[in-house]
Structures are given as C-alpha cells and as structure tokens.
C-alpha cells in the first residue's frame, strides 16, 4: 500500500528564513506523481507544488522548491524568504501512475512563520 | 470554469441519525472525485474515490458509504452515525492523475 510520512507534527521559522519540510513516501510504482499543499486557517486547500516522478529535475515555483530523491523516496519542500502569510498546515500527497486514481496525503505539518 | 460546491457547511447530527453530504462539481466532465475526512486539524484520510458514475472505491471500511448518482456529483452518506464520525470532510475532484486537485470548502460535522 502506498503511504505518505510527515515526520514533523510541527515547525517554526523567523519570517524572511528558509524551512525545509520533509516528506518520504512508500511505493513500488516507478512512476507518479508527487504534490504539495497548502491548508491556511481558512481551511482551503491550495496547491503549491507538484513533482513527476519521470523527471530529475526538482521542481521550483518563486519561494517554494522541492529536493526529490526518487531512490530515497524523499519529497522535502523548501520555502525560502518565509512570509507571515506562510503560515499554514502543508501536506505531501502522492498519486501511483499505474492505473490508480488514489491521491493519499501525509498527515502534515502545522508550520507558523514569527515575525 | 469550474467550479466545487459542497454541502452544508456545518452539521451537528445525534448519533444514530444518518447522513448524506453532497459535493457536485461544475464546468468539467468526467472527474475524478475524492471525499477524505480530517479529524481535529490534522492528516487527510482518504475515504473513497471514484473514476465514473457509479464506480466507488472504498479505502477505509467503516460506518460511511459513498454514490456517485451522476458524472458530476458525489454524496456520503451514513445510515447511523457514530461519535467517531466527527471531523472536517472534504470532497475534491480532478481530471487526471497528474494534475492538481481541486477542493471543497468542507463540512464540519459534529456527532452528538
């Protein structure tokens, strides 16, 4: 079965620091697709990043980067020049290419940005 | 474009009563279509998932059932709710495997 560990319950970081969000995942497939999320206290889920698993090249969207180690089965998120507004739960999720639709998320990490 | 609803937005049920919370989606066809639930702000657990109309995956065997009446709407239901059954559900849908996934506003349900 496919499984998604977020190991960190919690994380704090001073506003305009970096902070990296781990994430390791339990597959047999050789290819899918990795996603990051974001959950503010509105409760509204936004995407923030997403990864194939194809490609070596890590992904990177403005702050937000990805350190994917496909032979580790780790998905680490950095956010780089952390903003107040930042501060949310972020959960990893993971989709099998192999004919499943099943989109399985960790159970997150509940990130706040001081000032 | 499209567009998620999702219904009521808050709910405090008796245990024993049933359940039915309905999610449709607006402006695709064909979507894939997940309800998780999330009990006291934390992961999202996968409850069942659908590809077409009347094709359910279940994920977690429980009190709670899942129909897909229509390409485009999806319901979870209960015929007797426990005090378990508590949380934050979401229903979200997408087109493919690959691509983002789009969510509902959530309802809160309160088992009492």
């Known amino acids: 079965a496919q499984t998604v560990t977020q190991s960190q319950p919690e994380m704090s970081v001073q506003e305009a620091e970096t902070v990296t969000l781990s994430c390791t995942y339990d597959t047999s497939e050789n290819n899918y697709y990795l996603f990051w999320y974001k959950q503010p206290p509105s409760r509204q889920m936004i995407l923030v990043i997403r990864q194939e698993a194809y490609k070596q090249q890590n992904a990177t969207e403005n702050r937000f980067s990805v350190n994917f180690q496909k032979a580790a089965k780790s998905f680490s998120l950095k956010i780089s020049d952390s903003q107040l507004g930042d501060t949310a739960m972020y959960f990893c999720a993971f989709t099998p290419q192999g004919g499943s639709e099943k989109l399985v998320f960790g159970k997150g990490t509940k990130l706040t940005v001081n000032p | 474009s499209q567009t998620i609803h999702q219904w009521p937005a808050t709910l405090v049920q008796p245990v024993g009563s049933p359940l039915s919370l309905e999610c449709t989606v607006e402006?695709?066809?064909?979507?894939?279509l997940y309800w998780y639930r999330q009990a006291a702000g934390r992961g999202l657990q996968l409850l069942f998932y659908?590809?077409?109309?009347?094709?359910i995956s279940s994920e977690v065997p429980q009190n709670l059932s899942a129909s897909r009446p229509q390409d485009r709407q999806f319901i979870l239901s209960s015929k007797k709710l426990l005090l378990s059954d508590s949380g934050f559900y979401l229903c979200?849908?997408?087109?493919?495997?690959?691509?983002?996934?789009?969510f509902g506003q959530g309802t809160r349900l309160t088992v009492v």
């Open positions: 659908s590809v077409g109309i009347g094709q």
């Open positions: 402006g695709t066809s064909n979507p894939n």
């Open positions: 979200a849908w997408r087109v493919q495997m690959n691509t983002e996934a789009f």
